[in-house]
């Protein structure tokens, strides 16, 4: 059966915030959204929908990896009307120009996984964000030295330990960080010609001795990513 949320029409709104964890989705709601109601709840994932600004929005979490991703973001852009998804997650550093706390505008996500192998026979697909998406959320930003644009890496595995030189490899090919939703919701997005972006809050890093976010900051460290989101999503 086709993924689907139990929802009635335009319950769900154009565009959607999409943090992968559902705490987070909570504070967001609580946070930006004016009028919110919880409209769906699948799985144990509420779809807050309310307004900012007058403007319809919706914030779900998506849950952990691509698959989870790809089966609510297929979901979301094919049955529910839904134009725009933007992540908003956290991801660990690579790059020496990215520091813990700092914000990355995913404008790639390379990947480990075949999540997108199967889109076109013969061909790897190039996962990239929406161009639009992108220029909102960095004029958004202001030139704040704490963004950055650049692209990511998704990966499967949270902790496996990939071979010597991994993450170095990534880093001096200018990829800022990892995490493990992206590229599976720009290869969606483009499948249904619909648009997605990856807003992520440098948690941890894996090439310097910062010291990474508490679970607790994990939760609630969001401010500066939530703002480019919002101005991309409400564009």
């Known amino acids: 059966m086709f993924p689907r949320l139990e929802v009635a029409p335009g319950e ?33 994932l509420k779809v807050h929908t309310g307004l900012v600004d007058g403007r319809p929005l919706s914030i ?8 989870a991703m790809a089966f609510y973001a297929t979901a979301l852009f094919r049955r529910h009307g839904v134009e725009r998804i933007i992540r908003v997650g956290t991801a660990g550093g690579l790059s020496p120009g990215v520091g813990v706390g700092d914000v990355v505008v995913a404008t790639g996500a390379h990947t480990s996984s075949d999540i997108n192998e199967a ?31 650049g692209t990511i890496v998704s990966n499967d595995h949270f902790y ?20 493990m ?4 919701l720009y290869g969606v997005a483009a499948g249904e010609g619909k648009a997605g972006l990856a807003v992520c809050t440098v948690s941890n890093h894996l090439a310097s001795s910062q010291p990474e976010l508490t679970a607790a900051q994990r939760e609630s460290t969001f401010d500066l990513a939530l703002r480019l989101a919002l101005a991309a999503a409400l564009s």
């Open 60 to 67: 779900m979490a998506s849950g952990m990896g691509m698959p």
């Open 119 to 149: 889109r076109i026979p013969g061909l790897h697909f190039a996962a990239v964000a929406d161009f639009d998406l992108v220029r909102a959320a960095m004029e958004a930003a202001r030139g704040d030295p704490k963004v950055v644009a």
């Open 181 to 184: 939703e992206a590229a599976a």
């Open 12 to 44: 769900i709104a154009p565009a959607v915030l999409m943090p992968g964890d559902p705490r987070r989705a909570e504070r967001m709601a609580a946070a930006v959204l004016s009028q919110p109601k919880v409209v769906a709840e699948t799985r144990g």
């Open 160 to 179: 496996r330990e990939f071979m010597v030189g991994y993450a170095e490899a990534l880093a001096a090919h200018c990829v800022l960080a990892c995490e």
